[in-house]
Structure formats: C-alpha cells, structure tokens
C-alpha cells in the first residue's frame, strides 16, 4: 500500500531550525498537492501549510514568515523548512499528499495518503 514517509523531526531549543521530510513510499503515486498538519495534546489539528500542483502556497498566521513549504517533484517529496522555533509550535506534525496513482495505461485513480507523523518538541 501507498504510504508516506516523514522525517527530520526532533528536540531543538526555541529559536532553532528543522527540516520535514516526506516521501512517498511507492513510485506509482505522484504527489500533486500537498500540506503539512500539526496536532498538540489535548488540540485540534490544525493545518500549518499547503502547496498546490501549481506551486501555490498558503501559511497559517501562527506560522508565516517563519516555515516554509516546498516539493521536489523529481523525488516525489514534499518538505516543511521550519525556523525561529517557538514552544508554541510543539506538536507531532503530519503530512498529507493528494495525488494520483500511475497504471500501464496512465492515472488510474486518486488517493489523499497520511504521513506516520513526527514529533516535533521545543524547548524554551
């Protein structure tokens, strides 16, 4: 089955910097789109990031100016550059991925996959 690969999480002190990572486990699906979630304990998910198959990008305001999202194409991976780290910003982060998957013939169909998720921690 189709998964999505995430990494690049961790412990790093406020005012740090991490890189998210995630990679798409089979080479059948093609990423289109593309955003990055977050979930606190005892918080809603909430949606920090999104890239569009056109290469659009949209930012939660807790977090513009500081994360950024990108995608590889060639590697079939989509990243979430985060900088100026706060405490606030602790969460295990998800990604999600809308894309199609490639048959003998061309798209055979969609699927919306979910990362494992990563935790991300910082310490003030």
């Known amino acids: 089955q189709v998964q999505l690969v995430e990494s690049g999480g961790g412990l790093v002190q406020a005012g740090g910097s991490l890189r998210l990572s995630c990679a798409a486990s089979?080479?059948?699906?093609?990423?289109?789109?593309m955003g990055w979630y977050r979930q606190a304990p005892g918080k809603q998910r909430e949606l920090v990031a999104h890239?569009?198959?056109?290469?659009?990008?949209k930012y939660a305001d807790s977090v513009k100016g500081r994360f950024t999202i990108s995608r590889d194409s060639a590697k079939n991976t989509g990243y979430l550059q985060m900088n100026s780290l706060k405490p606030e910003d602790t969460a295990v982060y998800y990604c999600?991925?809308?894309?199609?998957?490639?048959?003998?013939?061309?798209?055979?169909?969609?699927?919306?996959?979910w990362g494992q998720g990563t935790l991300v921690t910082v310490s003030s």
């Open positions: 089979e080479s059948v699906f093609s990423i289109n789109a």
């Open positions: 890239i569009t198959s056109g290469g659009s990008t």
């Open positions: 999600n991925a809308e894309g199609r998957v490639i048959g003998n013939i061309g798209t055979v169909g969609y699927l919306e996959v």
